[in-house]
């Protein structure tokens, strides 16, 4: 009998520093169960386009916290984003922290520093309005390793004058045609009441209209959105209450995790694939959405995560039709929300930090990268692909093996067991409208390949690797240069891919 403790997000907040010492212990990498290999075609046609491809999972990322983004490696990080995954803003929490020292008249001094250091970059922020500062809250209740105080204000006339004065300076600052391109969100997943929100529903909505109304007495142009819940709850209730009170909504936020409770999200438990969550909770958001008067509003599921290159494929693929941008928490390994880790490199659900610490890539950041290499219009397909034309007719295609793998429900690293449902399969994937003998080049990604867990293993799995172990493992995990080859009379190419692999099919 397994009793590896599997924590639900609710109990994120109680568990603190334990799980790094815990989360050390070993057990098998991706074991995958299921029949023996099996054939699956995709086939793509090369003549028919089919609207644009819309790159929604580059325009937000999540990371942590606003006074982390000061620190060299995750600048260094944020650098990889933008440069190789084409990343285009990242959201992250408490840039009224106390930590960054704005309290209650607005001393904006490492704000700048924060916002700076994005825009330098060339990444702009998704604006979290969050958390409270000391001196405006009501209660002492808090949050995480940094302390984030989750209190409502003791008074909205103050957090509202607060508001506006941090509008009125970002604008002063950085002018007003750069911050009309930002998006203000206001706080982070009230609903959990046990972390991050102490407040009832009705003063989360309070809170939301004053800060609406402080961002748009700075300019009406500015966009600012909500409610940020986890797990797609409140939407109709908050659109409900914005409808009422006239308070604006220029876009929808809200989050989904694989491992979200789905008899609380879609009234049945075990509904779905675990892969199959986070685009049925897109959906549903979408439908929410469309049946008020706010219908067509972006929306933006600006936290969701998976280390399965397929997963991720697949999840975002089948939710195109449904949201304006789709975010991963989070970008890099600098990471501090309940605890500061011990381990680098773990077996078992090695969670959050696409690029561990010391920017090594994982499996997540390099699909990623292959996503970013499609084109900006879709191609008509058939099979567990997205395929892409862009101008001067090449083409590229993502195709993957999906498989079930249980994701991190809470803590990453909190479990020493991942579960892989799956088999490897043979893809025949078949180009029509493709001239024979014509070459592609095939790059891949899998828990083997464009991955840092190999090397790491081979060397004994060392808690802290040295630095001359890093180098080796950051070089071993780096994309590999792309196979060379050569379709046949019937425009097709053969893939033999793992349980949840993916590769990139790219024109020559």
Not at 5 to 22: L, Q
Not at 82 to 98: Q, T
Not at 288 to 301: M, N, P, S
């Given at each position: 009998?397994?009793?590896?403790?599997?924590?639900?997000?609710?109990?994120?907040?109680?568990?603190?520093?334990?799980v790094?010492?815990?989360?050390?212990?070993?057990?098998?990498?991706?074991?995958s169960?299921?029949?023996?290999?099996?054939?699956?075609?995709?086939?793509?046609?090369?003549?028919?386009?089919?609207?644009?491809?819309?790159h929604?999972?580059?325009r937000?990322?999540?990371?942590?916290?606003?006074?982390?983004?000061?620190?060299?490696?995750?600048?260094?990080d944020?650098?990889?984003?933008?440069?190789e995954?084409?990343?285009?803003?990242?959201?992250f929490?408490?840039?009224?922290?106390?930590?960054?020292?704005?309290g209650?008249?607005?001393?904006?001094?490492?704000?700048?520093?924060?916002?700076?250091?994005?825009?330098?970059?060339g990444?702009?922020?998704?604006?979290?309005?969050?958390?409270?500062?000391?001196?405006?809250?009501?209660?002492?209740?808090?949050f995480?390793?940094?302390k984030?105080?989750?209190?409502?204000?003791?008074?909205?006339?103050?957090?509202?004058?607060?508001?506006?004065?941090?509008?009125?300076?970002l604008?002063?600052?950085?002018?007003?045609?750069?911050?009309?391109?930002?998006y203000?969100?206001?706080?982070?997943?009230?609903?959990?009441?046990?972390?991050f929100w102490?407040?009832?529903?009705?003063?989360?909505?309070?809170?939301y209209?004053?800060?609406?109304?402080?961002?748009k007495?700075?300019?009406?142009?500015?966009?600012?959105?909500?409610?940020?819940?986890?797990?797609?709850?409140w939407?109709?209730q908050?659109?409900?209450?914005?409808?009422?009170?006239?308070?604006?909504?220029?876009?929808?936020?809200?989050?989904?995790?694989p491992?979200?409770?789905?008899?609380?999200?879609?009234?049945?438990?075990?509904?779905?694939?675990?892969?199959?969550?986070?685009?049925?909770?897109?959906a549903?958001?979408r439908?929410?959405?469309?049946a008020?008067?706010?219908?067509?509003?972006?929306l933006?599921?600006?936290?969701?995560?998976?280390?399965?290159?397929?997963?991720?494929a697949?999840?975002?693929?089948?939710s195109?039709p449904?949201?304006?941008?789709?975010?991963q928490?989070?970008?890099?390994?600098?990471?501090?929300?309940?605890?500061?880790?011990?381990?680098?490199?773990?077996?078992?659900?090695n969670?959050?930090?696409m690029?561990?610490?010391?920017?090594?890539?994982?499996?997540?950041?390099?699909?990623?990268?292959?996503?970013?290499?499609?084109?900006?219009?879709?191609?008509?397909?058939?099979?567990?692909?997205?395929?892409?034309?862009?101008?001067?007719?090449?083409?590229?295609?993502?195709?993957?093996?999906?498989?079930?793998v249980?994701?991190?429900?809470?803590?990453?690293?909190?479990?020493?067991?991942?579960?892989?449902?799956?088999?490897?399969?043979?893809m025949?994937?078949?180009?029509?409208?493709?001239?024979?003998?014509?070459?592609v080049?095939?790059?891949?990604v899998?828990?083997?390949?464009?991955?840092?867990?190999?090397?790491?293993?081979?060397?004994?799995?060392?808690?802290?690797?040295?630095?001359?172990?890093?180098?080796?493992?950051?070089k071993?995990?780096?994309?590999?240069?792309?196979?060379?080859?050569t379709?046949?009379?019937r425009?097709?190419?053969?893939?033999?891919?793992?349980?949840?692999?993916?590769?990139?099919i790219?024109?020559?």
């Amino acid at each position: 009998m397994d009793e590896t403790p599997v924590w639900t997000r609710r109990e994120f907040a109680a568990m603190g520093g334990a799980v790094g010492a815990a989360a050390m212990t070993s057990a098998g990498w991706g074991q995958s169960v299921g029949g023996a290999n099996a054939t699956e075609l995709v086939e793509i046609d090369l003549r028919r386009e089919t609207g644009k491809l819309d790159h929604i999972w580059s325009r937000v990322m999540g990371s942590d916290r606003a006074a982390i983004t000061m620190r060299e490696p995750w600048r260094k990080d944020l650098e990889r984003f933008k440069n190789e995954a084409g990343l285009r803003r990242v959201r992250f929490h408490g840039i009224f922290n106390d930590e960054l020292g704005v309290g209650a008249n607005g001393n904006f001094q490492n704000v700048n520093a924060v916002y700076d250091g994005l825009l330098n970059r060339g990444v702009q922020p998704f604006v979290e309005l969050s958390f409270m500062p000391r001196a405006l809250a009501s209660g002492k209740k808090e949050f995480g390793f940094y302390k984030a105080n989750v209190n409502p204000p003791t008074s909205t006339d103050k957090w509202s004058e607060l508001v506006e004065k941090f509008v009125s300076h970002l604008v002063q600052r950085y002018g007003l045609s750069e911050v009309r391109q930002w998006y203000f969100e206001v706080w982070n997943e009230p609903n959990l009441t046990s972390w991050f929100w102490t407040g009832t529903q009705e003063e989360y909505f309070a809170l939301y209209k004053a800060s609406a109304h402080a961002v748009k007495t700075v300019d009406p142009a500015l966009r600012i959105g909500g409610p940020a819940t986890s797990a797609i709850q409140w939407i109709p209730q908050f659109l409900d209450y914005c409808e009422r009170t006239n308070s604006p909504v220029d876009f929808v936020s809200t989050h989904i995790y694989p491992g979200d409770d789905q008899a609380m999200i879609f009234g049945q438990a075990a509904k779905y694939k675990e892969y199959d969550v986070v685009p049925a909770g897109v959906a549903l958001a979408r439908k929410q959405i469309d049946a008020t008067r706010f219908k067509g509003t972006e929306l933006w599921l600006n936290e969701w995560s998976s280390d399965s290159p397929a997963m991720i494929a697949h999840a975002i693929t089948q939710s195109l039709p449904h949201c304006h941008a789709m975010g991963q928490w989070q970008i890099s390994g600098e990471y501090e929300e309940n605890m500061v880790a011990n381990w680098v490199f773990k077996e078992g659900q090695n969670g959050w930090g696409m690029l561990a610490r010391g920017s090594v890539p994982k499996p997540e950041f390099n699909t990623y990268k292959l996503l970013n290499r499609l084109g900006d219009r879709k191609l008509a397909a058939k099979g567990p692909t997205l395929a892409s034309t862009r101008d001067g007719g090449k083409f590229s295609a993502l195709v993957w093996n999906l498989a079930d793998v249980q994701q991190a429900p809470g803590i990453p690293g909190a479990s020493r067991d991942r579960r892989v449902t799956g088999t490897r399969k043979t893809m025949i994937v078949r180009m029509r409208g493709a001239q024979a003998g014509q070459q592609v080049q095939v790059t891949y990604v899998d828990q083997e390949r464009g991955s840092p867990y190999p090397a790491w293993r081979a060397m004994g799995s060392p808690q802290y690797p040295t630095r001359e172990q890093m180098d080796i493992i950051r070089k071993s995990a780096e994309l590999a240069a792309p196979e060379l080859r050569t379709l046949n009379g019937r425009g097709e190419i053969t893939l033999d891919l793992p349980a949840e692999g993916v590769a990139l099919i790219e024109a020559v």
